[in-house]
Structures are given as C-alpha cells and as structure tokens.
C-alpha cells in the first residue's frame, strides 16, 4: 500500500491548496524541506501528497543517514511520475478547481476499462483523480485476476 508520494511544484503552497481542496484534506508545511507542504486527507490509510519546490531531488545519505534535499536548477519541468489517487469529489468539482487553477482536468477513458481525470498541475504533473464511481471501476479491474490477465497479453499499441 503507498501511503505518501511526493511531488514538485513552481508553487508549491499554491498546489498544496488545490490538491487538498480536491481530496478534501487539510494542508501543514514539511519542516524537513523548506518551501514545501504536506497534504494530509486524514484518511485510514495515512494518505499523503508531499509538494516540493520545482528541482527538488532526494539524494541518498551517507553510511546511516537519511536521504539529503538538493536543487537542481536544471531540472526538467516535466517527470514520468504520476498517482491515480480515489478522492471524494465529483468531476465538476474536479473541473471547477482546474478552471480556476488555469490547469488542465479531462476526464479519460483507460482501454474501456475504467474512467480517470487527468488533473495536470501547473499543466506539467498528471495526477489522475478517481471519483467513487471511477473509483469503483478500477478496483473491479485491479482486484480480478482473470482481467488482469487479459489485460496483460493484450497487444501493445503502435
């Protein structure tokens, strides 16, 4: 089970914010990174968004240390890392936020197997948003076997 990601952000209390309007949580700042916050949704599972200022990179300690925070001012402003999170809003709700944001949301259609919102913070991170419904779509995929198979012998697409 993951209980907690991380993530950069341009700005990241400002993302913050938005993220835990979405999943209905609350925000508090990550004291071992300055500039960051922590999303919490209070959940049972110890849920968690961690929001990093842009060319945050974690660096392995030394000997018995703990991972270091650097800067790198050439970081890319796109990565390969994405979370498909279950909250408990609605699509509208989701839209309106990224609206206001100046963010793309667009709801998506994974192999006709189950629904997403792409949320693209700061329209350079997809976060891919599970309303209860598609929540429930996708449990129905991940949790049978027999689709799973399927799904894994399926072509790949050109």
Same mark, same amino acid.
């Given at each position: 089970?993951?209980?907690?990601?991380s993530?950069? #952000?341009?700005?990241?209390?400002?993302v913050?914010?938005a993220?835990?309007?979405?999943?209905?949580?609350?925000v #508090?700042?990550?004291?071992p990174?300055?500039?960051s916050?922590?999303v919490?949704p209070q =959940?049972?599972?110890?849920?968690?968004?961690?929001v990093y200022?842009?060319?945050?990179?974690?660096?392995?300690?030394?000997?018995?240390?703990?991972? !270091?925070f #650097?800067?790198?001012?050439?970081?890319?402003?796109?990565?390969?890392t994405?979370?498909?999170?279950?909250?408990?809003?609605s699509?509208?709700?989701?839209? !309106?936020? #990224?609206?206001?944001?100046?963010?793309r949301?667009?709801?998506?259609?994974? =192999? =006709?197997?189950?629904?997403v919102?792409?949320?693209?913070?700061?329209?350079?991170?997809?976060i891919?948003?599970?309303?209860?419904?598609?929540?429930?779509?996708?449990?129905a995929?991940?949790t049978n076997?027999?689709m799973?198979?399927?799904f894994?012998?399926?072509?790949?697409l050109a």
């Amino acid at each position: 089970m993951i209980h907690h990601i991380s993530i950069s #952000a341009r700005n990241p209390e400002r993302v913050a914010q938005a993220l835990a309007e979405v999943m209905k949580a609350i925000v #508090a700042p990550f004291p071992p990174h300055p500039g960051s916050y922590f999303v919490l949704p209070q =959940d049972n599972y110890g849920t968690g968004i961690e929001v990093y200022p842009n060319g945050s990179e974690l660096l392995p300690g030394e000997g018995s240390s703990s991972c !270091q925070f #650097a800067m790198n001012d050439n970081a890319s402003q796109f990565t390969a890392t994405h979370a498909a999170i279950s909250v408990p809003t609605s699509i509208e709700e989701i839209e !309106q936020i #990224a609206e206001r944001e100046g963010w793309r949301a667009v709801r998506c259609n994974r =192999d =006709d197997i189950f629904d997403v919102m792409e949320f693209w913070v700061e329209n350079r991170l997809m976060i891919e948003f599970l309303t209860p419904e598609m929540a429930s779509q996708y449990l129905a995929f991940v949790t049978n076997p027999e689709m799973i198979k399927s799904f894994m012998q399926a072509p790949a697409l050109a």
